[in-house]
């Protein structure tokens, strides 16, 4: 198959080689209207360009010719440098690809990736040779699949497609919600919220809240609608869904991230209250800055440096042409006790 040109983008858009060059390059004196036409142009022929003019079936067939360079893709998130479960596990891929001698070549956010002339760019496989999905699933299913049409090695690592469509590695979140549930439960709560992210996402995003009313349904608890707040994994969200909660008076409340509990212990010791005496707080991650919060918060930990390990193993597999069908690899968690619940 012929492969498409800049020559090819500037015919069907109606534009100057030069021109489709500058939009690619995100040059200036370029109008919107005239971009528009040259992203269209590239996505019609799915043009990919080309870096130091290799030939893509080079790049494609020989070992020798491979990038070494890996790439990030995360779940739009507020701040991917000082999301602290994101920075974790950005701070474990750095160091395993180092260990099998691969470089770490890029980290945008969805949002990032809005901008169509970095987009073009960057996710091309003469620049990296697989990427990492991260926290990414269902939700977004239309973007990966756009992803897709460009890289063929990825593996999603925090999240899956429902499809099975790519190998994913990701925290069991079923158990980890019905872990946390169970330890609140087996003090003596009967009484607990469930601060969520969002609600209305497919997939993996609900397995934490699953397990929350699979240990409440174990324990023969009634579940309460009005003891579960969307927190939108946002520490300001988690804030107000805090507030709204603490209204229905709950003795203990399950964060289904630690970021969150940040905002969670916010709203209650704004409140005059006390953790863990007149009321509980567990988290989900691990992430090291919950050791610092006061009271320490005890959360459902994750070893998240074994499975960064083997979501780059699998990405390796299948770029090494060594995986033929995408799998899915479940990572245990545990419970990490600190001093944010008490018995009642």
Known sequence: MKRVTLKDVAERSGVSIQTVSRVINNLPYVSEETKKKVFQAIEELNYRPSVEGKRLASLKNSPKAR??????????????????????????IDYCLRKFNLHHYFTYTLDDLQDQSLYY??????????????????????EVKKIRKNIDNLVILADYM??????????????????????????GHKRIACITGYLEWPGYAQLRFMGYLKALKEFGVEFDENLVVEGKYSIEEAEKA????????????????DPMAIGVYKAIQKNGLKIPDDISVIGCDGIRFGEHLWPPLTTIGINKKEMVKEAIKVLIEEIEGKR????????????????????I
């Open 67 to 92: 990038t070494n360079n890996i790439g990030c893709v995360l779940f739009p998130t507020y701040n991917k440098y000082s999301e602290p479960f994101f920075s974790e596990i950005l701070e474990k």
């Open 162 to 187: 429902s499809d099975g469509s790519i190998s994913s590695v990701y925290p069991d979140g079923l158990d980890a919600g019905y872990q946390a549930t169970k330890y609140l439960l087996d003090c």
């Open 324 to 343: 033929e069908t995408p799998i899915r690899v479940v990572f245990p968690v545990y419970l990490i006790e600190r001093k944010s619940c008490r018995k």
């Open 242 to 257: 805090t507030e709204l909660i603490l209204k229905e008076k709950p003795t203990a409340i399950f964060v289904v991230s």
């Open 121 to 142: 760019r960057i996710i091309n496989p003469e620049m990296v040779d697989g990427i990492v999905l991260i926290g990414i699933g269902d939700k977004y299913y239309q």
